[in-house]
């Protein structure tokens, strides 16, 4: 089972790495066909399911989804360990299906088990209780899973760039890092200091509350319209952040998706239209 695990997370990488709409630490879209966007998922296995569901690859070979943040959150083990790690399996495996369809997005979480550094949700320290959960299931050869796991989130792109200029990614730099942000990191390889504080993946995942002067100078910078992101907490589901900003959850009970069409252009503000609640989805 260990090996089975560690098999299924490898075969997880290549995937990521040999993505055909993958550049760099980007992943284009092209501009046709549709791209179905999460918010944080946060181990919330039927919202997941409802995502999955919602997106019928099978019969839309021309539709993408982007994941993010699957880990950290969700059940737990009988002494309180975080299992959100058993729905990234079964995020890989999607992935796996559909190793051109399905794409992930680095975020905060994801660069804090890359680290090893901590990270609280619920006034808990996500990592740690993980790690725990990860030891009693894969005992002595948890080191071996743990390792094949930080080599999993750390393969993922960190944004998709869409043709209709629509840019995805789990959070964007906050206000005091946006005019030093460099580009140049999606197109140089991605290293472990760039996860860590204050390297540009870590910049790029951490951002929150962003004024809309820096949303105006990223959009420049980046050569973008409308962004669309998690990260940030929305009892709703969702919010409008910007005239040029949405934020999405999926993490719980009001999560949402966005149904985003990659042959025409988006304003946050149409977006919202096609913003689609995850309990609506059977």
Known sequence: MPQATIDLLNDGIRANQTDKHRRGNLVCLPDSGSVIVGGDIHGHRRNFERIVTFANLSHHPERHVVLQEIIHGGPEDHAGGCLSYQLLFDAVRFKL???????????????????SSEVMKNGKE?????????????????????LALRQFLFSQPLAVRCGNRVWISHSLPADRFAEAFDPKLFNRELEIGDCERPGSAYTLTWGRRHSQTTLDTLAVKLDVDTFVVGHQAQPNGW?????????????????CLAEIDLARSWTASHLVDYIVPLASIS
Do not use: W
Not at 97 to 115: E, K, L
Not at 239 to 255: E, K, R, W
């Open 97 to 115: 299906a559909y190793p051109d369809q399905v794409h992930f997005v680095m975020g905060n979480h994801d660069t804090a088990c890359i680290s």
């Open 126 to 146: 996500m990592n740690r209780a993980m790690s725990a959960a990860l030891d009693r299931q894969f005992e002595s050869a948890s080191g071996n899973v743990k």
């Open 239 to 255: 919010c409008q952040a910007g005239t040029n900003l949405i934020i999405l959850a999926s993490d719980h009970n009001h999560g």
